[in-house]
């Protein structure tokens, strides 16, 4: 089974910076994607942002564009998400995402989460 685990999380106040990261392990032959979601309590989970990577094309949602930037380590499989600028409304559980290649399968694969929170 693949694993994906973030780290990072913590509490900052607005106009802070944060920095999350997430490792991918287990019978991995390639990853074509990975990515961030969070969610907010009573919300739904939403898409943060993305990176491909065999292109290195980035997508972010309207929301964090500019603030945000996300990066990947494609020898050692991870991805990390520079949080600058940050607003309460960012406070949400970032949840880790990737496209994962193995021997049987190809599929998305989750972290735990990870908790961010922005106080005013």
């Known amino acids: 089974q693949v694993q994906l685990v973030e780290s990072g999380g913590g509490l900052v106040q607005a106009g802070g910076s944060l920095r999350l990261s997430c490792a991918a392990s287990?019978?991995?032959?390639?990853?074509?994607?990975m990515g961030w979601y969070r969610q907010a309590p009573g919300k739904q989970r939403e898409f943060v942002a993305h990176?491909?990577?065999?292109?290195?094309?980035?997508n972010y949602a309207d929301s964090v564009k500019d603030r945000f930037t996300i990066s990947r380590d494609n020898a050692k499989n991870t991805v990390s998400l520079q949080m600058n600028s940050l607003k309460p409304e960012d406070t949400a559980v970032y949840y880790c995402?990737?496209?994962?290649?193995?021997?049987?399968?190809?599929?998305?694969?989750w972290g735990q989460g990870t908790q961010v929170t922005v106080s005013s």
């Open positions: 995402n990737a496209n994962v290649v193995t021997m049987v399968r190809t599929n998305d694969y």
């Open positions: 287990g019978r991995i032959f390639s990853i074509n994607r």
């Open positions: 990176i491909i990577s065999s292109t290195d094309r980035t």
